[in-house]
């Protein structure tokens, strides 16, 4: 068996080859899947604000014919479904970890059965009816063994996304470096519905609440309350966070945000400089944009912000931010400095044609920090101080090595 994929301007799978087969799929404004072509036949599907799945369709001359509603309860669990042709529901019985098992009409009787394994490889499917949602109760396409989660598809038979993650990860916590494994080796107890990040069991649903919960105390108090770990971000709160009422988050340690801003699609998009200031400006693929400054100092060349970062991944980010994609012909940046401990190791990378490079670095001065350097509109310096000392900058030196 053979497969090929083919990918849209914005990384979304679009078309899929398997043998003879060939499935085309389209999204929307944001970034849902909301169709799928096979051959002439063409599937519809409809999204509440959580971003479940709650209806799908086929199409017939242009004309939309409902074959499904599906029903969740106040938490975002998969409860049942409402078949076109008949008048009462069909419910779906899932296990711990949410894995769709059984489905039975509503006398009780057996529709269709499901095992997997632990990655989700289907490994028995017993069906009287079509169904779609399978595994981690996700979307499954049983054409191309695949299935959607959201920002990305994923592939059980390898145990990988297809697509890599827009999260550079971080270096306190290897496995969420790979940006192609799923729920960093341990589906056991983890699901990732968003297709960004890991998640316990039961808190894709649990923080569904947090949406309210947010609109009654406040915007502000709730990106504090976000930022602090006193309620945990997914994306839909990362996304109510940052709609219309955030123009400008000032704080350069969120580290969480940063991972929402991810979640949520948000790319860096330019940058300038404003009554000493660094604003990041970064956009969705929906239009939306949001601003990030930091207030810095100018010492001689160099701009040094005025905040430290707690951590070595927030500092990297924020350069990631200003130096954008380096390209794939970027190579390693090899320390040149004889009395550095980084001298002759990685400790960066740059562009190709060395206009633009970002290194890790310490000095007595300064301290562990990062430095970024930007040729490409004449001469940029920025300086990035970073909480742990030499001991935590030779750490991130052996870890790049």
Aim: aromatic share 12%; with cysteine.
């Amino acid at each position: 068996t053979t497969a090929s994929y083919q990918y849209d301007i914005r990384n979304r799978l679009k078309a899929v080859t398997k043998d003879d087969t060939n499935i085309t799929y389209n999204y929307n404004g944001d970034g849902l899947m909301v169709g799928r072509t096979k051959g002439n036949q063409s599937t519809r599907y409809y999204y509440d604000d959580r971003g479940l799945l709650v209806a799908e369709g086929t199409v017939d001359s242009g004309a939309v014919f409902i074959t499904y509603g599906y029903v969740f309860d106040s938490t975002g669990k998969l409860v049942g479904r409402q078949s076109a042709d008949e008048s009462k529901l069909q419910y779906y019985v899932t296990n711990g970890h949410g894995d769709v098992t059984e489905l039975r009409d509503a006398s009780g009787n057996l529709l269709n059965s499901y095992s997997y394994d632990i990655w989700g490889n289907p490994i028995t499917v017993q069906e009287t009816v079509p169904n779609s949602l399978r595994y981690a109760g996700e979307y499954w396409d049983s054409d191309v063994n695949l299935q959607y989660l959201r920002a990305r598809w994923y592939d059980p038979a390898t145990a990988r996304f297809i697509g890599e993650d827009t999260y550079a990860g971080e270096t306190t916590n290897p496995l969420s470096l790979n940006l192609y494994t799923y729920v960093e080796n341990n589906p056991l107890i983890y699901i990732d519905p968003a297709g960004h990040k890991a998640i316990h069991t039961g808190t894709w649903y649990s923080n569904m609440k947090v949406g309210p919960h947010c609109a009654k105390v406040g915007i502000s108090v709730c990106a504090k309350e976000a930022l602090s770990g006193v309620i945990t971000v997914s994306s839909e709160v990362a996304d109510f966070l940052i709609l219309d009422d955030i123009n400008t988050v000032l704080d350069p340690n969120a580290s969480t945000f940063d991972k929402s801003l991810a979640a949520v699609g948000f790319i860096p998009i330019g940058k300038f400089i404003k009554g000493g200031k660094l604003i990041i400006k970064l956009g969705s693929k929906e239009g939306r944009k949001i601003e990030r400054a930091f207030e810095f100092t100018q010492i001689g060349s160099e701009k040094v912000l005025k905040s430290t970062f707690k951590s070595y991944e927030q500092a990297r980010n924020l350069a990631f931010d200003i130096t954008g994609d380096l390209g794939a012909d970027s190579k390693a940046y090899v320390g040149r400095l004889k009395t550095s401990y980084g001298y002759q190791k990685v400790i960066g990378r740059q562009s190709a044609d060395g206009k633009v490079r970002w290194r890790v670095d310490y000095d007595p001065n300064k301290g562990f920090h990062i430095n970024v350097e930007d040729f490409r509109d004449g001469t940029n310096k920025y300086v990035f101080r970073i909480e742990g000392g030499e001991k935590a900058y030779k750490s991130i030196i052996d870890s790049l090595n």
